[in-house]
């Protein structure tokens, strides 16, 4: 009897096809096996963890506590796995109180101290994991070996450590983060490092300043927007010196900053800014000067009603009907600007709002407004036209959607 | 003619071989991606993202004809997804039914006079309403133009975020999928210009309220046939198709875009047989004559889930209008194949579907064919033929498993060991008769567009309740 090959050869060229059905018959098996085999194993350690999960859980408060010697379950790595798991669990609901018991808890059982050797002495996707769970512990020694994490060559494990060092939410974390974008630059999309440092830097905004002074072009920019955040009234004169920055993002974060400063201040500063090149720049100081909620703030939100820019006139609207008790004067004087995106823009605002009506009742009452000129806010109000275009067959909104086409 | 006939039967071979193997390969990186994606997740923090200042707003688009049954639910539903900031806007296609007057009544919108700039061209609009209830609806109302792409361009003119997403009204999308979806885009905000979730079949799980209770395989076979079809598109190919940033289609039932790029390409292009295509091919020949550094993402995990057809004729009706779509799209980008500034989408990714989709069906029927005249002639090797059946049989049978044996692997939706057996079944059983079935459709769809019969057949839907549930009594409503 000839051996398999022998019958392939003899075959001739049907036995590259015989060996391909059975490799595929082979691989159709072990991939069935597989699921079976996967699904059967799942199910078992599914429901053998099940059950010692309740058995911890029956003695949780023992457990934290220390009663129940550390030793029982370190030593063996399903429990010690489950613990772990289970711990860092709880962190995620825990208030101040809890988070400190369940710290204490993984300091004195050397969980800790686990996490931290892992994230520093494993690579690839174990020391990622590791990176997660110091993050969520939220303890002060991990914020080391997270810095270290953040001059990993893996982009996945220098995210993972980012996110570690934004949820400590401390400046600790915050001084860490900046010191490593002082030296690597932006080794990570912005958006990462900005929300990190939006939550780490959130109770002393101060520490952003240096840094911005002197970092390069592209991180400036992305600490700018973080600032834009932060900042708080604390800050003070100090965000005026980016003011007039050369970089429009800075000039932007200074213009959101500004509305947590003196509102005196912060107009004259705001007054300058919506004159800008830039529309985010203009964009950013309208919403700030809407913010102030300062009747001072009117006339320059009425320039930005004539701004070339769609959304800086939709904010500019917006931060205008803000003011209801000037809705009358308001409206007036944007009639006389004559700027017709403009007034759709705030008839919008205002229609968003739910004031159209009391704009209406307003003008009918208005003592200081004369006969004639309550007629024309009327119709302008009623059609959305100004005075000289008012065609009063049309119907408001069609006229509205048709002209704006 | 003997020769000319074993050349064929030697080219239907190695296509056939080439076909699976392609496959083979986007199983074997699709297997990876996830696992990558799956670790990945363990480190982003979805909760911090639903109230972080940072995460760009999104506008949620949802194209309604004729959609009273499920329109007030499908809304509730989108304005309670988590998403820190979202404003959802429906675009009333012409409906004739009473899809506006309902919406009115449940949330209240009233007329108002928004800023409505026609950047994308759509049908007239008949006015713009804000609801009352909540602030962040907004409907337009417009005049039908036939298409769902006219429609969503209405939408795309009043949308105010930075971001859109298209939304199909009879669709199910799970509550954290924008948050899943935008995964790509916060991780790298600059290059991702684009983002597509996957669509799972809705029919046989049980819904209620619009909301998935409890994920279940269909009970038809033919719907069951979808599903292994739609793990193997969505699993295996557009996982591994995006991993190489050549992803060509974006389900139009759920997807992420940058606004600008959507306008600055002119929206979707209204005549477009299939719309969600032709938009992100249209964006890969902007952003690659721009030389643009992008990427254009798919994720695996943020849901979708949709109705398919339940009944032969409307399947075959939509297959039809697939095949039309896919040449509606490649035969005007013709001029990207093999052209070096198109790089690997003119180089890999069209000559695939070309070669490997559009042409499909043709040389299939063009195989059968020889394979008959073979074996009147009398040259057919009829253990070779056997041999080569059960060859492609099996391993075509290796890929549907292996996208079954991804989806254990990973997001692991159906539960219940019973389904997972009838989806393994139906890897085997899909090949005879559904695949010649399939092939057929398919070149009817290729004639039908050759004769330029472009009309919109309308396929039988059940609603989302009770496609979900599988309620017996329940009336098919015939919808867009």
């Known amino acids: 009897m000839g051996s398999a090959f022998e019958t392939f050869r003899k075959l001739g060229p049907a036995a590259f096809v015989l060996k391909a059905i059975v490799f595929t018959i082979v691989a159709d098996v072990l991939l069935l096996g597989f699921i079976l085999l996967r699904r059967t194993y799942r199910r078992r350690y599914f429901a053998r963890r099940d059950a010692r999960q309740f058995e911890l859980r029956q003695s949780w408060n023992d457990l934290i506590s220390g009663t129940i010697p550390y030793a029982t379950w370190r030593t063996k790595p399903f429990d010690c796995q489950l613990v772990e798991t289970m711990v860092l669990d709880a962190f995620e609901v825990a208030g101040p109180e809890e988070s400190a018991r369940l710290l204490q808890f993984m300091r004195a059982s050397g969980l800790i101290e686990k996490c931290i050797s892992d994230a520093r002495d494993h690579q690839g996707w174990k020391r990622h994991r590791a990176l997660v769970a110091l993050g969520r512990t939220r303890a002060p020694e991990a914020i080391p070996a997270l810095a270290e994490g953040l001059r990993d060559r893996d982009l996945e494990t220098r995210l993972a450590a980012l996110r570690g060092l934004g949820r400590m939410a401390c400046p600790e974390a915050a001084e860490e983060i900046l010191h490593w974008v002082g030296e690597a630059g932006l080794a990570v999309p912005a958006l990462p490092l900005q929300s990190a440092l939006v939550q780490s830097c959130a109770e002393r905004p101060q520490i952003l300043l240096p840094y911005l002074q002197h970092a390069g072009p592209a991180v400036r920019e992305a600490l700018g927007r973080v600032l834009g955040e932060v900042a708080t009234a604390s800050l003070g004169s100090e965000l005026l010196q980016f003011a007039d920055d050369s970089l429009p993002e800075l000039r932007a974060a200074a213009a959101r900053a500004l509305s947590f400063a003196e509102p005196r201040l912060a107009i004259n500063v705001l007054s300058e800014l919506v004159k800008d090149p830039m529309w985010f720049v203009r964009l950013r100081a309208i919403v700030s000067l809407g913010k102030l909620s300062q009747p001072a703030a009117i006339p320059f939100l009425l320039h930005g009603l004539s701004d070339s820019n769609r959304l800086v006139r939709l904010r500019a609207a917006e931060a205008l009907v803000d003011f209801p008790a000037e809705m009358v004067p308001i409206f007036e004087q944007l009639i006389a600007m004559r700027d017709r995106y403009g007034l759709h823009a705030y008839l919008t605002a205002l229609e968003n709002a739910g004031l159209q009506a009391r704009l209406e009742s307003e003008i009918r009452s208005g003592k200081q407004v004369n006969k004639r000129t309550k007629t024309i806010l009327l119709e302008v109000l009623r059609t959305g036209m100004l005075p000289a275009e008012t065609k009063p067959s049309q119907k408001s909104v069609s006229a509205a959607v048709g002209s704006s086409s | ?480």
Not at chain 2, 41 to 46: A, D, N, R, T, V
Not at chain 2, 130 to 144: A, G, Q
Request: proline share 5%; with cysteine.
């Open chain 2, 1 to 480: 003619m003997i020769h000319f006939l074993e050349l064929s039967n030697h080219i239907l071979f190695l296509y056939y071989l080439l076909s699976n193997l392609g496959y083979l390969v986007m199983l074997t990186i699709a297997l990876k991606t996830s696992a990558a994606h799956l670790r990945r997740l363990e480190s982003i923090p979805l909760d911090w993202f639903k109230r972080s200042p940072m995460v760009p707003p999104i506008t949620i688009l949802v194209p309604a004809h004729n959609e009273e049954r499920s329109i007030c639910t499908a809304v509730r539903n989108l304005l309670d997804l988590d998403y820190p900031e979202i404003e959802v806007i429906v675009i009333n296609d012409g409906s004739s039914d009473s899809t506006l007057q309902i919406m009115q009544k449940d949330f209240r919108l009233r007329l108002v006079r928004a800023v409505y700039i026609p950047q994308a061209s759509s049908a007239p609009v008949r006015g713009l309403y804000r609801s009352d209830v909540d602030p962040r609806l907004t409907m337009v109302d417009k005049e039908s133009a036939g298409s769902k792409a006219d429609a969503v361009n209405a939408g795309l003119n009043a949308a105010s975020s930075p971001y859109v997403c298209v939304v199909d009204a009879d669709s199910v999308l799970e509550r954290d999928a924008l948050l899943r979806i935008m995964v790509p885009v916060l991780a790298d905000p600059k290059r991702v210009v684009s983002v597509g979730g996957i669509v799972r079949v809705l029919n046989g799980s049980e819904v209620e309220g619009g909301r998935m209770r409890r994920v279940r395989l269909p009970r038809k076979s033919i719907e069951v046939i979808q599903v292994v079809e739609y793990l193997r598109a969505f699993l295996i190919g557009r996982e591994a198709w995006a991993r190489g940033n050549m992803l060509m289609i974006i389900s139009g039932a759920f997807g992420v875009f940058r606004t600008d790029l959507v306008r600055a390409v002119g929206g979707y292009r209204s005549c477009a047989i299939g719309e969600d295509f032709d938009l992100v091919a249209r964006l890969h020949r902007h952003l690659r004559e721009q030389g643009a550094d992008y990427r254009i993402q798919f994720v695996p995990d943020p849901v979708c889930w949709t109705e398919v057809p339940s009944d032969v004729r409307s399947l075959a009706r939509q297959r039809a209008r697939w095949q039309k779509g896919l040449l509606d799209v490649l035969w005007p980008n013709r001029d990207m194949l093999f052209r070096p500034r198109y790089g690997t989408i003119g180089s890999l990714a069209l000559p695939y579907l070309w070669l490997f989709e559009l042409l499909a069906p043709v040389i299939e029927l063009g195989g059968i064919v020889t394979i008959i005249l073979a074996a009147c002639f009398g040259v057919l090797s009829q253990s070779f033929f056997l041999q080569f059946v059960i060859f492609g049989y099996a391993f075509a049978t290796v890929i549907s498993i292996g996208s079954v044996l991804q989806e254990e692997l990973t997001y692991k939706r159906y539960n219940d060991w019973q389904d997972v057996a009838r989806l393994v079944s139906y890897c085997f059983l899909e090949h005879f008769p559904y695949r010649q079935l399939h092939m057929i459709w398919r070149l009817q769809g290729l004639w039908q567009y050759l004769r330029g019969d472009l009309v919109w057949r309308p396929l039988r839907r059940q609603g989302l309740e009770s496609a979900g549930a599988d309620k017996a009594g329940s009336s098919p409503a015939v919808v867009q």
